[in-house]
Nanobody, 120 residues
Framework: QVQLVESGGGLVQAGGSLSLSCAAS????????MGWYRQAPGKLRELVAV???????NYADSVKGRFTISIDNTKNTVYLQMNSLKVEDTAVYYC??????????????WGQGTQVTVSS
């Protein structure tokens, strides 16, 4: 009943910028947190950035100072602004959200993933 739709992936040169977005739709009472994960070739999926209700954010050490996560609560959408991209950032990026679906229940939802490729 809740779906995440991602957009914004693509190909960019090292040093460039790219912005991802992820919109949640369905039976949403509120959003507890939204974040981004990524899985690079030959590696396990890792957390990139997360934004929690109340404004707290966490970033992977590898992206601190370069990536910025933000949420537009009016649109139930999370964004990831990626600057100074490196080849090492190449991965499939997945949106994740913990959704308050009723006054007494939550649900973890994943997006379909979007490819980000950084060329040298």
């Amino acid at each position: 009943q809740v779906q995440l739709v991602e957009s914004g992936g693509g190909l960019v040169q090292a040093g460039g910028s790219l912005s991802l977005s992820c919109a949640a739709s369905g039976s949403i009472v509120g959003i507890n947190q939204m974040g981004w994960y990524r899985q690079a070739p030959g590696k396990l999926r890792e957390l990139v950035a997360v934004s929690m209700r109340g404004g707290l954010t966490n970033y992977a050490d590898s992206v601190k100072g370069r990536f910025t996560i933000s949420i537009d609560n009016t649109k139930n959408t999370v964004y990831l602004q990626m600057n100074s991209l490196k080849v090492e950032d190449t991965a499939v990026y997945y949106c994740h959200a913990n959704i308050l679906t009723s006054w007494v229940s939550t649900n973890d939802v994943w997006g379909q993933g979007t490819q980000v490729t950084v060329s040298s």
